[in-house]
C-alpha cells in the first residue's frame, strides 16, 4: 500500500503518523543530509506525484535522487546560467529565486499536469508531495513577510489537495523571529541535529501542531536507504 | 496612445494607455498575466518609443530569453534600457543603504536615464523593490518621479495579499489605470480574468474578463460560454457552422420528414470576434428539451436568440424560449435569420409575438453568410462588454 521505504516507515512508528495534508518545517544545519531525508519524505509511490522546487541543486541532480516514479522539477537556478534552457513537461525553470511571481505562476502549471495525468491515467489520484529546497534561499532574496505570505498561499494549496510539503530551513541563517513566523504555516516541525562522533548519523524529533515532541531517532543513510539505528 | 496590445482589452479602454499615464497590473499568485506587461512593452517597442525596463528578480537575458519564442518577443535590442537584478543589488546592496538613500538612487537613475538615453516609457517589476522601501512608498516614488517626468509607466505587482489591498493602493497612488489579474471566473473556476479596478480616462462596466492562453503563449480575452438558441430550424447549426468556417450541411431528413440537425451536434467551436475567443454552444429547439436549454443557458456569458424571421408558425415556442433566456439575465440579441428569403414577416409582428420593446434591436441577417453572422455576434460581445448593470 504506502510504499515509502523501510526507514521512513520506522521514523513514522516512533514520532507519529504523518498524514496528509501536511505542512513540514525541517529545521536542518549544514552537512546534515537534509534534502536527502526531505527527498526521502517525499519520494513518490506508484501514483503519487513529487514536485520538488530547488534553488540549492539543478534539475538533474535531483533527478538523480530519486530512483523514479513521476517526479517535477521546478528549477531556480539553471536559467540564470543559461538563459535559453526551455521548459519541458517535467522541468520548468524560473531564473532566480527571487522570481515568485514566475514561481508561483509554473507551480499551478506542474500542478495542471498532474492533474491531466492523473485524468489521463484513469488511475485512483495519488498524493501530491511536495519538497521546498531550500526556503533559506528564498529568504536571501525576498523578506520575511513576503516569504510567509507567499507560502501561506501555496501551503494552502498543498493542503486543499491533501498532500504534503516537507520545507527545508537551515535555523542557523535565520533568526528567531523567522522561525516562528514560517512555524504558523506548518502543521509539524522536524528538527534534524548532528550526533557527537558519528558524521553520518543524524537523530530528529518531530513536533506536531498540539506541541507534543517524539523522542529523539537516530537514523544514517546508507546507499539510498534511511536506516534508523536501534538505541 | 500606446495600445496594450491585446485587442479587447485596448477595445474597452478607448484604444490604448495615453502616453503619459501610470498603469499598475496586479497579479494574484499561481496566475498567468504576465503577458499584460509583455505585449504593453512589445507593442511600445514597435511604436518606437525608448523603454526602460526595471526587472530585479533577474537578468536581462533571462527576461529576454523568456520573451522570445512568444508572440510578444522583442524585434531588436534598439530603444531599450534594461536594470536588472545587478543594477538592483547596486542600489539595494550598497553599504549603509537605507529605504530613504535607495529611493533617491531609483530617482536619479530614472532622472538621468530620461535625460541621456530620451527613456519615455518605463516598464516595472516592483516586488523586490516594494520589498526594499515599503510597496507604498516604492509604488509612490515611481508613480511620482514618472508623473514629474512626463514618462509612461506600467508597473507588474505580485499582490500576495487581497482585493482589498489593491483598491487600497489605488486609492493612494494616483495610477490612471489599475488591472488585477486572478483567478476563477465565476462558474468557471479555471478560466482566469482580469477586472479594470480603476480607469480614470474612460468608463467601463466593472465586469470581470475571463482570457486563455493559447499554446504560443498569446493572451485573448475570451467568453467561454456564448449560447446559441432558439426553435427548430432557426438556424442555429448553420449559423454555428459558417462561424466555424465548417461547411454547410444538406439536410440529413429524419423519419419525421423534417431536418434532424441538432445544434449540439457542431461541438463547442471557438470563434474569434473583436479580439476576443468566444466558445458558441447550440442548443436544440424542441419543446421537449426545455430543461436542457435552461440547463445550457445557466452561467451563459452571453446569447444569440436566434428566430427564423419567415416563419411566424415557430414564434410561439420562440416566445417561450426568449422568456427563459430573459429569466437567466444574460445579455441577448435577437437575431432575425433568413434576410435573404423574401417572406420575412414584419417587425411589428415579430415584436408583438416575442413581447419585445422597440428599444430592443432586431437584428435581421442570414446565417449562410459569414460576414452577416458575424455582425450579430459583434452585437453581442458589443453588448456584453459595454454592460454597466451587473446581473
Ligand atoms: N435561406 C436560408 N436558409 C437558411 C438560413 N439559415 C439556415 N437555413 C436553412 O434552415 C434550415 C434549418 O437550419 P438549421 O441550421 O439546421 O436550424 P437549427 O434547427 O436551428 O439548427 C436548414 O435547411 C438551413 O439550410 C438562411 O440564412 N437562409
Not at chain 2, 542600489?91 to 537605507?98: I, K, L
Amino acid at each position: 500500500m504506502d510504499q515509502i521505504s523501510a526507514g521512513v516507515r520506522d521514523i513514522k512508528g516512533r514520532i507519529g503518523d504523518i498524514r496528509p495534508p501536511s505542512n513540514i518545517l525541517l529545521l536542518a544545519p549544514p552537512f546534515c543530509d537534509a534534502e536527502r531525508l526531505a527527498y526521502t519524505l517525499v519520494r513518490p509511490s506508484d501514483n503519487d506525484h513529487t514536485i520538488v522546487i530547488s534553488t540549492d541543486e539543478d534539475a538533474p541532480t535531483v533527478y538523480a535522487s530519486f530512483a523514479g516514479g513521476k517526479v517535477w522539477v521546478l528549477d531556480c537556478i539553471t536559467k540564470s546560467m543559461d538563459p535559453a534552457v526551455a521548459d519541458t513537461e517535467g522541468v520548468k525553470y524560473v531564473g532566480s529565486p527571487a522570481d515568485l511571481t514566475g514561481l508561483g505562476i509554473k507551480f499551478t502549471k506542474i500542478l495542471d499536469s498532474v492533474q491531466k495525468s492523473g485524468e489521463a491515467e484513469d488511475a485512483a489520484p495519488g498524493q501530491v508531495r511536495v519538497c521546498v529546497n531550500s526556503l533559506s534561499s528564498f529568504l536571501i532574496y525576498t523578506k520575511l513577510e513576503a516569504i510567509y505570505r507567499f507560502y501561506h498561499i501555496f501551503s494552502a494549496r498543498i493542503r486543499r489537495m491533501n498532500g504534503i510539503g516537507i520545507y527545508i530551513l537551515n535555523p542557523g541563517s535565520v533568526d528567531e523571529k523567522t522561525i516562528s513566523t514560517l512555524k504558523q504555516l506548518m502543521t509539524g516541525i522536524l528538527k534534524v541535529e548532528t550526533c557527537d562522533g558519528d558524521p553520518g548519523v543524524h537523530t530528529l524529533r518531530y513536533q506536531d501542531i498540539s506541541g507534543r515532541v517524539s523522542p529523539p531517532v537516530r537514523y544514517r543513510f546508507e546507499g539510498d536507504e534511511l536506516v534508523v539505528d536501534e538505541p | 496612445m500606446i495600445p496594450i496590445g491585446i485587442p479587447a482589452l485596448d477595445d474597452l479602454l478607448g484604444g490604448g494607455i495615453p502616453t503619459g499615464s501610470l498603469v499598475l497590473v496586479s497579479l494574484a499568485p499561481g496566475v498567468e498575466g504576465r503577458q499584460v506587461l509583455h505585449s504593453a512593452l512589445h507593442s511600445a517597442h514597435e511604436q518606437g518609443r525608448r523603454c526602460l525596463v526595471i526587472v530585479p528578480y533577474t537578468t536581462t537575458n533571462v527576461y529576454c530569453a523568456d520573451l522570445s519564442g512568444t508572440p510578444y518577443a522583442l524585434s531588436s535590442e534598439d530603444n531599450l534600457v534594461f536594470l536588472d537584478t545587478s543594477a538592483f543589488d547596486e542600489v539595494h546592496g550598497r553599504r549603509a543603504a537605507t529605504p530613504l538613500s535607495e529611493a533617491a538612487g531609483w530617482d536619479t537613475l530614472l532622472t538621468s536615464l530620461a535625460a541621456d538615453r530620451g527613456v519615455d516609457t518605463v516598464f516595472l517589476y516592483c516586488n523586490r523593490i516594494c520589498d526594499a522601501l515599503g510597496t507604498g512608498e516604492a509604488l509612490a516614488l515611481f508613480a511620482d518621479t514618472c508623473r514629474r517626468l512626463g514618462l509612461t509607466l506600467f508597473v507588474e505587482y505580485l499582490n500576495l495579499y487581497d482585493r482589498n489591498h489593491i483598491r487600497e493602493l489605488s486609492a493612494s497612488i494616483s495610477f490612471d489605470l489599475v488591472l488585477s489579474v486572478g483567478e476563477g471566473f465565476e462558474n468557471f473556476i479555471f478560466l482566469n480574468h482580469f477586472r479594470i479596478e480603476h480607469l480614470k480616462w474612460a468608463h467601463v462596466p466593472d465586469i470581470p474578463l475571463p482570457f486563455i492562453i493559447r499554446d504560443n503563449g498569446y493572451l485573448m480575452p475570451h467568453l467561454p460560454k456564448v449560447v446559441v438558441t432558439g426553435p427548430v430550424d432557426a438556424g442555429k447549426t448553420t449559423f454555428i457552422r459558417t462561424l466555424s468556417g465548417m461547411p454547410a450541411l444538406s439536410d440529413r431528413i429524419g423519419l419525421s420528414g423534417s431536418p434532424t440537425t441538432v445544434a449540439m451536434d457542431v461541438g463547442s467551436p471557438h470563434v474569434a470576434c473583436r479580439g476576443f475567443d468566444l466558445t458558441l454552444m447550440g442548443t436544440p429547439g424542441q419543446e421537449h428539451f426545455g430543461p436542457i436549454i435552461r440547463h445550457l443557458l445557466t452561467n451563459a456569458t452571453g446569447v444569440v436568440f436566434m428566430v427564423d424571421g419567415t416563419n411566424a408558425a415557430s414564434f410561439g415556442r420562440a416566445r417561450a424560449i426568449l422568456d427563459e433566456v430573459r429569466e437567466m439575465g444574460a445579455p441577448f440579441v435577437v437575431a432575425v435569420n433568413k434576410g435573404d428569403l423574401p417572406e420575412r414577416v414584419p417587425d411589428h409582428d415579430l415584436r408583438e409575438a416575442l413581447a419585445l420593446p422597440e428599444d430592443t434591436p432586431l437584428h435581421p441577417f442570414s446565417a449562410l453568410e459569414m460576414e452577416e453572422a458575424m455582425g450579430v455576434l459583434d452585437a453581442l460581445v458589443g453588448l456584453i462588454t459595454r454592460r454597466t448593470d451587473r446581473r
